[in-house]
């Protein structure tokens, strides 16, 4: 595995793939790798003859200085999980590689709208900094394949109506949630946890679970997520948020809406935890 640090020498690798013939799958990521980003590799592969893996664990997405510092940092354990898997070329940059003017003179990229709500709303400018990084490694990869996990369900959204809105001719394939056996979404952020609270988590998926079922026995949407956030409140969660969107945009369900997402945010002692799950009906 070809392990680069900097523009100058992943372009022109790209550029000899190209000249080759090859085609290019690219999995963006921050490190700290779970099984969830070793199946996003894996799916990489089977879609492309050349898998590239970045690591860079982006500042202009963090509202919060403290998250940022204390972020995993794992690259030596990552880059033995990636070339074990079989990706060509791992991108590690550092932010002065990628912001060199800073980030306050960065030239920024934004999808108006659907970046403001859910975890938008509580964690100001996050997908600014997460389309931003996307499209300067879109530029940077030119892959013709990149992949996403579900979990992080908001953000595929928008780098899906980024990339149509910017006429990149990169396809872009959210892949479904991996979870541990008791339904719990495998997340970095799961190494927060305490024991203790390893052991509640697994309450946020069952919740959702439920609430989908109660609709779909004809509960209303507003009753059925009000039970919900009671029984994660009551659980030991803060409930960040508890809604049901549009699944394709994230918009208001109207009646006319047929496919929707249930999506979670709640917070477990220190961690916040994310979840979702489409459903039809």
């Known amino acids: 595995m070809l392990v680069v640090d900097n523009s100058q020498a992943l372009r022109a690798q790209i550029k000899q793939w190209r000249k080759a013939g090859e085609t290019i799958a690219f999995v963006p990521t921050m490190g700290n790798l779970h099984s969830g980003h070793l199946t996003l590799m894996q799916r990489a592969k089977s879609s492309a003859t050349k898998v590239v893996a970045s690591i860079f664990v982006n500042p202009m997405q963090f509202d919060n200085q403290n998250d940022l510092t204390n972020y995993p940092r ?83 959204q928008i780098i899906k109506l980024m990339v149509e809105d910017l006429s990149m001719d990169i396809e872009i394939v959210g892949v479904a949630t991996v979870r541990e056996e008791n339904g719990l979404a495998k997340s970095s952020r799961n190494g927060y946890l305490t024991a203790q609270e390893l052991n509640i988590a697994p309450l946020l998926y069952k919740t959702m679970q439920q609430v989908v079922d109660s609709i779909g026995r004809g509960e209303s949407i507003a009753s059925a997520l009000e039970w919900g956030v009671n029984a994660l409140n009551d659980g030991a969660f803060t ?43």
């Open 239 to 281: 409930v960040d948020y508890l809604q049901i969107k549009n699944a394709k945009d994230l918009s208001d369900v109207t009646d006319s809406d047929d496919e929707l997402v249930i999506v979670a945010a709640a917070f477990l002692g220190s961690a916040r935890l994310i979840d979702n799950m489409v459903f039809s009906r």
């Open 74 to 156: 794992t690259l030596q354990q990552d880059s033995e999980a990636l070339l074990d898997i079989g990706v060509d070329m791992l991108f590690t940059p550092t932010p002065q590689i990628m912001y060199p003017k800073g980030l306050d003179a960065q030239t920024y990229v934004e999808v108006p709208g659907i970046s403001n709500i859910l975890c938008g709303g509580s964690r100001g400018g996050h997908f600014r900094g997460v389309a931003t990084i996307v499209a300067k490694f879109f530029n940077l990869v030119t892959p013709d394949i990149a992949f996403f996990g579900s979990k992080d369900y908001q953000q595929l």
